[in-house]
């Protein structure tokens, strides 16, 4: 996947970044596109290095909750998290309509995704590797934090969108999990003490 958001940035970067301009733009019908399009669309190499490193390390990651929900989880996270920077894309610019392009909203799903899916479905390991990302990584969630009559720059709504989208995400597979306990809950009575 990596190595296929290089190969668009260099025909990006030979075409004069005329990709770019297929990144989500907030509330116009065309701008729906940009959903598919904006996570493999870098503003320039220096915006696509910076999100290798957390999308090779949180991908990883995300594999160990297994292919089948890394799969899901991206596809969760892609589209629900580009449909809510699309909705609410333009909030706090104050320089008219934006159009949010990068691999941050996807990188911000998968790190809220690894937070709390170990809590969703209980197991050690996966609330390990939470902890480890919170560590790791923790501090990069306050770019999802709104910043208000700025003009161009990071897409906090992009990053805040992924995220809601990443625990979205969680907890919609960790469905059979949480099913499992609490069927195996639901035949366990709980004993009071006689008063």
């Known amino acids: 996947f990596v190595a296929l958001l290089y190969l668009v940035e260099l025909i990006d970067q030979l075409s004069r970044h005329s990709l770019d301009a297929n990144g989500i733009r907030p509330l116009e019908a065309d701008g729906l596109w940009g959903i598919v399009f904006s996570p493999v669309l870098h503003e320039s ?17 995300m594999t160990l909750a297994g292919l089948s929900r890394f799969v899901w989880a991206t ?50 390991r996966d609330i390990i590797i939470g902890v480890i990302v919170m560590f790791a990584y923790g501090g990069v969630l306050l770019g999802a934090m709104p910043v208000l009559g700025r003009c161009g720059g990071v897409s906090w709504q992009g990053h805040l969108c992924g995220a809601i989208a990443g625990v979205v995400a969680a907890y919609m597979l960790s469905a059979p999990e949480r099913k499992a306990r609490a069927s195996r809950n639901g035949g366990t009575t709980v004993s009071r003490p006689k008063t």
């Open 45 to 61: 190499w220096q915006h696509l290095a910076a999100n290798t490193v957390p999308l090779l390390v949180l991908g990883f990651l």
């Open 75 to 124: 596809a969760i996270v892609w589209i629900l998290g580009g449909f809510g920077t699309w909705l609410i894309g333009n909030v706090g610019s104050s320089c008219g309509p934006t159009d949010h392009i990068g691999a941050s909203g996807l990188i911000f799903g998968w790190l809220a995704f690894l937070l709390v899916f170990g809590i969703f479905v209980r197991r050690m």
